[in-house]
C-alpha cells in the first residue's frame, strides 16, 4: 500500500533501488499513524516479486507475492515485541544475526523489517549493532520509529534515513473523507497530530471518544469539579503511554493558549483557571517525562497510584 502522502519516499525507495545504491540499513522514521510499515511491506513485495525485475510494481500474483502475503517467505522477517508494548528482545536479534548469516533462500536479497525499533532493549540495541558494524552481505534492515523514544546515536548514524511528515491538512482529509465520508475528521485529525491513518484507526477503535472523555475529564478536574481518586480509578485499566501523552498535548495546548487567549476552544477553554506561569507549566512538563519513563520500565506498575499522583499533582499546580 502506497499512501497518497508517501510519493517522495516511495521514489527515493525506487531510484536506491534501480541505481543498486540499497544500503544495508534504512531508517524509516516520523510520527505513527503515517503507513512507515506498510510502505516497507510494499518494498518487501517489490524486491521479492518475481515479475518485477523492470518494474516499479509487484504483480501480487507470483510465488513470491503469495508467499509474502502469508507471512512465510523464507527471506523475509518481522522482528517486534513478543507481545505488544513490550521490549524487543537480545535473543530476538540473535536469531536474526543466525538468519542473516544464511544464504537467501531465492538468491537474492534478505529483507528484516525491525518494528518499532525503539522497543528494542538495551542487550537487544548493542546486539544489532553488532549486525550493523559487519553487515551481512544482501541482506536490508528497515528500522521503523515513530519518534516518541529516540533510538541510540550509533544505530541511527549507521542507518540511511527516510523521513515521514504528517501530510498537508488537505490530503489527509481527502484521504479521510474517502473512507468514511460521514465522518467529521477534522477534530480527528488534529488531535491525532496530522496523522490520518491513527486518525482513521481512533474513529473505528473507538479511542475517539476514549480521547473525548479524558479531556472532559482534565477540564473537570482542571476546575476541581472532578475527584482525582475517582479519575484515577476510572482510567486506570488504559494505556498509561496513551494517558502521558494525552496530557502532555494537553499541556502543550495550554501553552500555546495562554500565548494567544483568543485561540481557545472547545472543553479547553472552560477549564482555564487563569494563567500559570510558564516555569511551573515546564516544571509539570518534567514530571510527567519522568513518569513515562516510569511506565516504560520493566517493573510491573500499579497504574491507579501513578494515575492518583499525576491529578493530585495536576490539582495542585492549577490551584496554587
Ligand atoms: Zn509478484
Known amino acids: ?69 502469508a507471512g512465510s517467505h523464507p527471506d523475509f522477517r518481522v522482528l517486534q515485541p513478543e507481545e505488544e508494548g513490550h521490549a524487543i528482545k537480545i535473543d530476538q536479534i540473535r536469531e536474526l544475526s543466525e538468519f542473516t548469516q544464511q544464504t537467501s533462500h531465492q538468491g537474492g536479497l534478505r529483507l528484516v523489517l525491525i518494528q518499532p525499533a525503539t522497543a528494542m532493549n538495551i542487550a537487544a540495541a548493542n546486539a544489532l549493532l553488532k549486525t550493523l558494524e559487519e553487515p551481512a552481505p544482501d541482506t536490508l534492515l528497515i528500522l521503523i520509529s515513530d519518534n516518541r523514544t529516540p533510538l541510540p546515536i550509533t544505530i541511527r548514524s549507521r542507518c540511511q534515513h527516510l523521513r515521514f511528515l504528517a501530510p498537508p491538512r488537505e490530503t489527509a482529509l481527502t484521504w479521510l473523507a474517502a473512507q468514511d465520508p460521514a465522518v467529521a475528521w477534522e477534530p480527528i485529525l488534529a488531535a491525532t497530530q496530522g496523522a490520518p491513518l491513527l486518525a482513521y484507526q481512533w474513529q473505528q477503535g473507538g479511542v475517539w471518544s476514549s480521547y473525548q472523555n479524558f479531556m472532559t475529564d482534565l477540564a473537570a478536574l482542571t476546575r476541581q469539579e472532578a475527584d482525582p481518586f475517582q479519575l484515577a480509578v476510572q482510567w486506570k485499566d488504559a494505556n498509561m503511554l496513551w494517558v502521558f501523552d494525552l496530557f502532555f498535548q494537553w499541556l502543550l495546548k495550554w501553552m500555546r493558549m495562554q500565548e494567544v487567549p483568543e485561540k481557545s476552544e472547545g472543553v479547553l477553554a472552560s477549564a482555564l483557571p487563569g494563567r500559570i506561569s510558564s516555569g511551573h507549566l515546564l516544571e509539570f512538563v518534567d514530571y510527567l517525562q519522568r513518569l513515562r519513563l516510569e511506565a516504560l520500565g520493566p517493573s510491573n506498575l500499579n497504574q491507579q497510584l501513578m494515575l492518583e499522583s499525576l491529578f493530585i499533582r495536576w490539582v495542585q499546580y492549577v490551584s496554587r
Open 1 to 69: 500500500m502506497i499512501y497518497p502522502w508517501q510519493t517522495q519516499q516511495w521514489e527515493q525507495l525506487l531510484r536506491l533501488r534501480k541505481e543498486q545504491r540499497l544500503p544495508h540499513a534504512l531508517l524509516f522514521s516520523g510520527p505513527a499513524g503515517l503507513g512507515k510499515r506498510a510502505l516497507a511491506l510494499e518494498f518487501a513485495h517489490l524486491v521479492f516479486c518475481q515479475n518485477s525485475k523492470e518494474s516499479d510494481a509487484s504483480c501480487g500474483a507470483c510465488h513470491a507475492c503469495h508467499l509474502l502475503r
